[in-house]
C-alpha cells in the first residue's frame, strides 16, 4: 500500500510562534493516538518566519475527517482549541502520495 500523507501549513499570527510550539506540544501525542503520526514539523528560515509546516503519515484520505473528528469529542484536546484559535491565522491541509522518485 502507498504511504499517504497530510502537510498542514500553518500561518501564524504575529508573536504567537512560541505558544504555538507548546500547545503543539501538548497536542502531538493526542493528535498520534487517534491515528496520525508526525514525520516532521519545520518553521520556515527564509520567507514568512510565521509559518509552520507539519507532515503527518495517515492510513488514508479518510483519515483526515475521521481524527478530526475524534478530536473534536476528546475532552483532553478541548482545552487547546482555543490556545490554536488565537495562535493559528490561516491553516492549509494537503493529503499527499510519494512520487516513484522519492527515496
Avoid: C
Amino acid at each position: 500500500m502507498t504511504p499517504v500523507y497530510l502537510q498542514a501549513r500553518l500561518k501564524l499570527k504575529y508573536g504567537q510562534v512560541p505558544a504555538f510550539m507548546d500547545t503543539m506540544t501538548k497536542a502531538r501525542p493526542l493528535v498520534e493516538q487517534h491515528g496520525w503520526k508526525l514525520i516532521g514539523a519545520w518553521g520556515t528560515v527564509i520567507g514568512n518566519f510565521h509559518e509552520v509546516t507539519h507532515l503527518w503519515q495517515i492510513a488514508d484520505a479518510d483519515a483526515v475527517p475521521t481524527v478530526l473528528g475524534k478530536l473534536a469529542v476528546d475532552p483532553t484536546f478541548g482545552p487547546l482549541v482555543g490556545g490554536f484559535a488565537e495562535q493559528v491565522e490561516e491553516e492549509v491541509l494537503t493529503v499527499l502520495t510519494k512520487t516513484p522518485y522519492s527515496p
